[in-house]
């Protein structure tokens, strides 16, 4: 199993950009990068989902370097609500998700 | 859409009572269940995860135990709660090559 590596907090200020990198060297060739959300006495909520280059979606920005090592969330602009705990994962896709390995996460704190 | 709701949402349980959690999923046909678990502060452990009605596969030992009655209700249990027991407890759903939806959880405390 890919272990993924994040810093544990962040502290960022509404309006600016925050990104959080998540290490993951032992990235097997079939997995994807999936970053989740997680608000106090919820559930994870998918954000973004990769496998090489760069996706965007309404929310966020993921980017993968071509060794895929390595990956970032951009959260553009955040406000106070962002704040929360964000979920790097390797998702084996080949199987039934069985194997997710859920870490600390890295716990962001946006300060008004 | 599809929705996944669990239920009760917080629960307080005495020591050596019985637990019964059950999340059921709507929108789709014949997804992939989980029940994940999450003590203060950490990430998630996964405890069980179903693939079909009646297929369960168990990740930890533990005092627990999932079925699969229907497509898209999973259900959790004991028999007799321990205070380890307690923590965050979570449904997910998925399909393969999909990422996975959770519910919003149910606090569980034991006195």
């Known amino acids: 199993l890919a272990k993924t590596t994040q810093p544990i907090s962040m502290d960022s200020y509404e309006g600016q950009e925050v990104n959080i990198t998540c290490s993951h060297n032992n990235i097997a060739t079939n997995d994807y990068i999936t970053w989740y959300q997680q608000f106090p006495s919820q559930g994870p909520r998918f954000i973004i989902q990769?496998?090489?280059t760069k996706v965007t979606n309404e929310v966020a920005s993921l980017f993968i370097p071509a060794d895929r090592k390595s990956s970032t969330l951009s959260l553009p602009r955040v406000s106070l609500s962002d704040t929360a705990v964000y979920y790097c994962l390797v998702d084996p896709q080949d199987n039934y998700g069985q194997n997710f390995v859920f870490g600390p996460g890295t716990r962001l704190s946006v300060l008004p | 859409s599809q929705t996944i709701h669990q239920w009760p949402a917080t629960l307080v349980q005495p020591v050596g009572s019985p637990l019964s959690l059950e999340c059921t999923v709507e929108?789709?046909?014949?997804?992939?269940l989980y029940w994940y678990r999450q003590a203060a502060g950490r990430g998630l452990q996964l405890l069980f995860y179903s693939v079909g009605i009646g297929q369960i596969s168990s990740e930890v030992p533990q005092n627990l135990s999932a079925s699969r009655p229907q497509d898209r209700q999973f259900i959790l249990s004991s028999k007799k709660l321990l205070l380890s027991d307690s923590g965050f407890y979570l449904c997910a759903w998925s399909h393969t090559d999909l990422p996975q939806h959770f519910g919003d959880g149910t606090r569980l405390s034991i006195l």
């Open positions: 929108g789709t046909s014949n997804p992939n």
């Open positions: 990769g496998y090489k």
